[in-house]
């Protein structure tokens, strides 16, 4: 079992930066690949970014690429987003989850089904 707590979100201008924490309880049973999404209202949740937690290897949408980065403190349990460069329509609440037995890095990473755990989200809000 995995419990995932976000924090960070917030509400902040278009340019503007947030960083979030993903902190696991435990990875007891698995929970070796970490990622980010996110979901606006109305729309499906999409895969943001993800990290191998033995490795450190990253992917990203490409919506995000060169704005977020994902990183981690293993000795803290703990999972970053950093969000740079925000923009309007990076509005959405953002989850952290936990998952494991991926393939070579790919955009499976970014498939929420591949997630077993799963945080309670945190809100991030652009306003032009």
């Known amino acids: 079992q995995v419990q995932l707590v976000e924090s960070g979100g917030g509400s902040v201008q278009a340019g503007g930066s947030l960083r979030l924490s993903c902190v696991a309880s435990a990875y007891t049973d698995g929970g070796n690949y970490m990622g980010w999404f996110r979901q606006a209202p109305g729309k499906e949740r999409e895969g943001v970014a993800a990290i191998y937690r033995g490795g450190g290897t990253t992917y990203y949408a490409d919506s995000v690429k060169g704005r977020f980065t994902i990183s981690q403190d293993n000795a803290k349990n703990t999972v970053y987003l950093q969000l740079s460069s925000l923009k309007p329509e990076d509005t959405a609440m953002y989850y952290c989850?936990?998952?494991?037995?991926?393939?070579?890095?790919?955009?499976?990473?970014?498939?929420?089904?591949?997630?077993?755990?799963w945080g309670q989200g945190t809100q991030v809000t652009v306003s032009s």
């Open positions: 989850a936990a998952g494991s037995n991926f393939p070579p890095r790919s955009w499976i990473w970014l498939l929420p089904g591949r997630y077993k755990y």
